[in-house]
């Protein structure tokens, strides 16, 4: 089975942190993505990766960096943390085979930013 | 661009009734097309998807979708509906080309009733 880990379930922060949201995939995936989830907006792609260093903006890249060094890991950093960046950020992986479109997600990671 | 229109935020039945799940899209071409399933304080998990061939696609838990080009739909359906079927559900829907992201609708939140 995939596994997509994400390094906490619930993160409270203070405004102004620099905030670091882990995800590992153990099935050496190719791409990943890192995911916003609010109310009624569904998800909303903040960014992605296709490749070791490669990183592609999402819809809504804004206040947020991502770091991938490593083929498993793929960081989200929030560099200084807004209230308005609360929310739910899921992390999923894919490969690019055939099916590279079946994303597969972690368990997602609830920050509160005070 | 592609997107998703998923019409009903909220929709309640009663446990055994029949369940249908509206979902639009728009996109260029024949997209993938794909519904997830997020249970309370869970991560995403795919429950069908439809690359091409047969419209109508089988999943897990007894649900199915059917694919309509000239409605440009994607409706899930359920004969039967369980208890445990009350979560959020939501359609993605992803191109053969470029962005190997997808794009997710809205949501819809089922309850069910006893």
């Known amino acids: 089975d995939v596994k997509v880990t994400q390094s906490s379930r619930y993160l409270v922060k203070r405004t102004g942190e620099k905030v670091f949201l882990e995800c590992v995939q153990d099935?050496?995936?190719?791409?990943m993505f890192w995911y916003r989830q609010d109310p009624g907006l569904g998800l909303r792609l903040i960014y992605f990766?296709?490749?070791?260093?490669?990183?592609e903006k999402g819809d809504i890249p804004e206040g947020y960096s991502v770091s991938r060094e490593k083929k498993e890991r793929f960081s989200l950093i929030l560099e200084s943390a807004s209230t308005n960046q609360t929310s739910m950020y899921l992390c999923?992986?894919?490969?690019?085979?055939?099916?590279?479109?079946?994303?597969?997600f972690g368990p997602g990671t609830r920050l509160t930013v005070l | 661009a592609q997107s998703v229109t998923q019409p009903d935020i909220h929709i309640t039945v009663s446990e055994g009734a029949s369940l249908e799940l509206r979902c639009n899209y728009s996109?260029?071409?024949?997209?993938?097309l794909f519904w997830y399933v997020q249970s309370p304080g869970q991560g995403l998990q795919l429950l069908l998807k439809?690359?091409?061939?047969?419209?109508l696609v089988q999943g897990i838990k007894g649900f199915e979708a059917e694919f309509k080009r000239s409605q440009s739909s994607f409706n899930l359906r359920k004969p039967s509906v369980h208890w445990s079927d009350a979560a959020e559900y939501f359609c993605?829907?992803?191109?053969?080309?470029?962005?190997?992201?997808?794009?997710f609708g809205s949501g819809t939140r089922l309850q069910v009733q006893p």
């Open positions: 099935m050496d995936h190719e791409n």
């Open positions: 996109y260029g071409a024949t997209p993938y």
């Open positions: 993605a829907v992803g191109a053969y080309t470029g962005r190997r992201a997808l794009t």
């Open positions: 439809y690359f091409s061939g047969d419209t």
């Open positions: 999923a992986s894919s490969s690019s085979g055939e099916s590279y479109n079946e994303q597969f």
């Open positions: 990766s296709y490749d070791v260093k490669m990183k």
